[in-house]
């Protein structure tokens, strides 16, 4: 009898996530581990060994048994240490963390490395990433942009991410930081990709990419462009502000899903009443 297989999982997380009072993000990552290792990969941070050690308590009390630590400081690094395939060897998960996501993607894009992480996925290993570390799940990935109204001649810069998810972009600091402007810049240049902009301490949990579920305390923004009817993005005017007409926004939160497939968000199940409220009425 084939043995059953573990789907695809992905969490992204839109950073500052909490870590000192319920956890439930941290909580759901350590709980959909198929197996009890998880490689901590602090390739983003420049205080790596700061958030190796927190990440590290938080998951250990969670009851994940081997947390182990991936600090890479270049490239060169990659090609040399034949340990650090060691390190990832039957690893049930993958964290990556915050800071610059270009650190990540400059440093593993096209290893041997990367490649045995991208095999760990398609086994069923778990791929989570707090803000850098979220936007380099995707197949593109923002690497800057203007918070503010967009124009047409704002630089948009983009990168190739670590692209275990195809179709879809993903922003983080979402609300916080004021995003909205250059999500819809991105998917007016190009209609065919699914913008993601997730709040922080809010998460989506994405399987087989077929449909995410969300969790935390703040908003997940899924913007649809395939419907637009009218952008000005190639126009020559650099000054002008970006109008995109037909654009779709849904706006998701805590136990609501979206079905990637069909690019329709489906509501949370409602609360059942406890018993002795329902007698009472």
């Known amino acids: 009898m084939a043995s059953k297989r573990n789907p695809k999982t992905l969490i992204a997380i839109g950073g500052n996530e909490d870590k000192e009072n319920d956890r439930l993000i941290l909580r759901c990552v350590a709980e959909t581990l198929p197996r009890k290792k998880l490689v901590i990969a602090t390739l983003a941070s420049e205080v790596a060994d700061e958030m190796w050690h ?10 994940v048994s081997d947390v182990v630590h991936l600090n890479i400081g270049s490239r060169e690094e990659v090609h040399s240490n034949e340990k650090l395939l060691e390190i990832m060897a039957n690893a049930g998960g993958v964290f990556f963390t915050g800071g610059d ?22 086994a069923g290993a778990v791929m989570a990433g707090t803000s850098a570390g979220a936007s380099i799940l995707t197949e593109t990935m923002i690497v800057s942009g203007p918070e503010r109204s967009h124009r047409i001649g704002d630089s948009l810069r ?57 969790i935390g305390s703040g908003a997940v923004y899924a913007l649809d462009a ?13 000054d002008k502000t970006l109008s995109a007409f037909g654009t779709v926004l849904h706006v998701l939160s805590h136990g609501d899903r979206f079905d990637l497939e069909q690019r329709k968000p489906i509501a949370a199940p409602m609360e059942e009443k406890p018993e002795e409220q329902v007698a009472a009425e």
């Open 158 to 214: 983009m990168a190739p991410g670590l692209g275990f998810l195809r179709d879809v972009l993903i922003d983080q600091h979402f609300a916080e930081r004021g995003r909205i402007s250059r999500l819809v810049g991105i998917v007016a240049q190009n209609p065919r990709v699914l913008g993601l902009g997730i709040d922080e301490d809010t998460a989506v949990i994405l399987r087989d990419e077929k449909e995410f579920e969300v």
């Open 226 to 238: 395939r419907s637009m009817v009218h952008t000005n993005v190639s126009e020559q005017e650099v």
């Open 54 to 63: 927190q990440y590290r308590g938080i998951f250990k009390k969670f009851g």
């Open 101 to 122: 996501q270009l650190r990540i993607t400059s440093k593993l894009g096209g290893t041997a490395l990367c490649q045995q992480i991208q095999d760990l996925y398609a």
